[in-house]
T-cell receptor, first 112, second 114 residues
């Protein structure tokens, strides 16, 4: 069945370095993709999204890249800070449907 | 107001109890969702309401009963739960259910069934 998966379950980066979190998806009908950040004890927080007619979108310190050819999504966080420590979920959606499908999550930890 | 609120934050209930979880949003969103999240796992969809009507039930046991009294409120009534139902219950909303619309999540209710 369709699934959204992540290449790495955990990622440890040095404070100040850039972080790259990867995600693979398999539903070719998906045309909308979202990254969520979930801190301990909190609900998922929207970070950035991208539609399938784009291959790159930038926000504040974050960039999402979409490669539809290989069904790959990535989240880049510039100058990673301690406050970026969280679990990051990618999610995909077919806009004709109501459901979003979450990936399994990547835990990002920051080394001082 | 871009917030989804949930009450209570924590709930401990016995297997014979009846309790309700509440969710509220004032963003004018017409789609609301209940998710269940176990530790170290992604959220799992339970129910979708679209324009106050139940549109998706992901084969959830009948001991979970959702209710959408109006476009701003979503309840989840709990009865005769099992210990394995202990989890974080998340409410979310989006502008509409279809389309490229992000879902905004509440902080969740941490439920423990004893």
């Amino acid at each position: 069945g369709e699934s959204v998966g992540l290449h790495l379950p955990t990622l440890s980066v040095q404070e100040g370095d850039n972080s790259i979190i990867n995600c693979a998806y398999s539903n070719s009908a998906s045309d909308y993709f979202i990254w969520y950040k979930q801190e301990s004890g909190k609900g998922p927080q929207f970070i950035i999204d991208i539609r399938s007619n784009m291959d790159k979108r930038q926000g504040q310190r974050v960039t999402v890249l979409l490669n539809k050819t290989v069904k790959h999504l990535s989240l880049q966080i510039a100058a990673t800070q301690p406050g970026d420590s969280a679990v990051y979920f990618c999610a995909e959606k077919d806009s004709s449907a109501s459901k979003i499908i979450f990936g399994s999550g990547t835990r990002l930890s920051i080394r001082p | 107001d871009t917030e989804v609120t949930q009450t209570p934050k924590h709930l401990v209930m016995g297997m014979t109890n009846k309790k309700s979880l509440k969710c509220e949003q004032h963003m004018g969103h017409r789609a609301m969702y209940w998710y269940k999240q176990k530790a170290k796992k992604p959220p799992e969809l339970m129910f979708v309401y679209s324009y106050e009507k139940l549109s998706i039930n992901e084969s959830v046991p009948s001991r979970f009963s959702p209710e959408c009294p109006n476009s701003s409120l979503l309840n989840l009534h709990l009865h005769a739960l099992q210990p394995e139902d202990s989890a974080l219950y998340l409410c979310a909303s989006s502008l509409i259910a279809g389309g490229p619309n992000e879902q905004y999540f509440g902080p969740g209710t941490r439920l423990t069934v004893t």
